[in-house]
């Protein structure tokens, strides 16, 4: 500091500078002992998003993750892909979590499978009473068609995917490519070690034009048990719970249509993992699962069909939307134009 400014901050030029000195002094006593005070925070990254309590305080134990204030919301929504031929992670029923459409190149779905969503967020902010919601959608028909018709959990994924496809599938939750930012692996590893609440998926009372929804959802649950999803956090989950509505009454799915849900879940969390899966509708399988010929999710002409997120406690999340390629997704009951056999059963379909 030369000494011209420090005239400037005693404010009358030509006061001695060593009347200064003293002021400023005082200044930074001040500063050193407010700073003693203050809990001890271990930064492990230049620009980071949490910091982690390096000693005791009155707020946070020792060891402690917390968010810093203002950081942004960090949102990681992606899907599995199955059937990568290039890349981190590669063969049939390794699950590679991507946010781009599924299609023939990266996956091997057909009706009757269910696809995984993983959903993680960090940096979630205090809400009244510790209470959150998530909004979220699916596409239940497109064209008077069927896609999405309920969800179900990732166990029963894996065991959709060997009944029908024919192949185990290994999920790698917390797999290659996660993120950014680059330690959302690292998170991702410690919310499965931590807090979980398992959420029943509700009934839907819902009457398609092609019949009832609940049956077919009573004959999978026959198959693979009761349907729920899984929420894990950074702090204990006390209560949770899941709704559904539909975007048109019923026998009003002659064209596009959706499934809208709100999760809610009460905890001091600001780290959240959520599991789930979409259930691909079926055409015809021989079983009441089926909605009819060429109306199950391989059916659907023209684009892809979306799994979406809409809101976190009622506020923007940006555009959040997961896809798979209709045309892509094999179906029993149609002409592929060659036949194809089962895996493991050499049951031939056409």
């Not at 002094?25 to 998003?49: E, Q």
């Not at 946070?60 to 993750?65: E, H, I, K, M, Q």
């Not at 023939?104 to 969503?117: D, F, L, W």
């Not at 929420?231 to 204990?236: L, M, Q, R, V």
């Amino acid at each position: 500091m030369n000494t011209k400014i420090l005239k400037t901050i005693a404010g009358r030029p030509g006061q001695s500078v060593l009347r200064v000195i003293p002021t400023i002094m005082i200044l930074c006593l001040v500063f050193v002992v407010a700073l003693a005070g203050a809990p001890r925070i271990a930064l492990a990254d230049p620009s980071p998003t949490s910091a982690t309590i390096a000693s005791d305080s009155p707020d946070y134990p020792p060891g402690a993750t917390v968010p810093l204030i203002g950081a942004p919301l960090v949102l990681d929504f992606k899907q599995c892909a199955q059937n990568e031929t290039s890349g981190p992670v590669t063969g049939l029923g390794n699950c590679h979590w991507v946010g781009s459409i599924l299609q023939s190149s990266n996956s091997k779905y057909i009706e009757g499978m269910s696809v995984p969503q993983r959903t993680i967020f960090t940096n979630i902010k205090a809400t009244s009473g510790d209470v959150h919601t998530l909004r979220f959608s699916h596409e239940n028909t497109k064209g008077g068609i069927h896609a999405y018709d309920f969800l179900t959990s990732y166990k029963q994924a894996q065991d959709t995917s060997l009944a029908v496809g024919g192949f185990a599938l290994s999920l790698n939750e917390c797999g290659q490519e996660i993120g950014p930012p680059a330690g959302l692996g690292v998170t991702c590893a410690a919310l499965h070690d931590g807090f979980t609440k398992v959420v029943e998926i509700p009934d839907d009372p819902f009457t398609s034009k092609d019949g009832s929804t609940q049956t077919r959802i009573d004959a999978f649950e026959g198959l693979y048990g009761n349907r729920t999803i899984k929420i894990y956090g950074n702090s204990d989950i006390a209560a949770a719970s899941l709704t559904l509505s539909h975007s048109v009454g019923s026998g009003g799915d002659t064209g596009d249509s959706d499934i809208n849900y709100i999760l809610t879940w009460t905890s001091a969390s600001t780290e959240i993992l959520i599991e789930m899966a979409g259930h691909l509708a079926v055409s015809v399988d021989g079983t009441p699962l089926s909605w009819g010929p060429r109306l199950g999710s391989g059916a659907i002409p023209g684009g892809p069909y979306h799994f979406k997120l809409r809101m976190l406690d009622e506020g923007a999340i940006g555009q959040q939307d997961n896809q798979i390629r209709s045309g892509d997704i094999i179906s029993p009951a149609r002409k592929e134009g060659m036949k194809f056999g089962d895996l493991d059963t050499g049951i031939q379909r056409y």
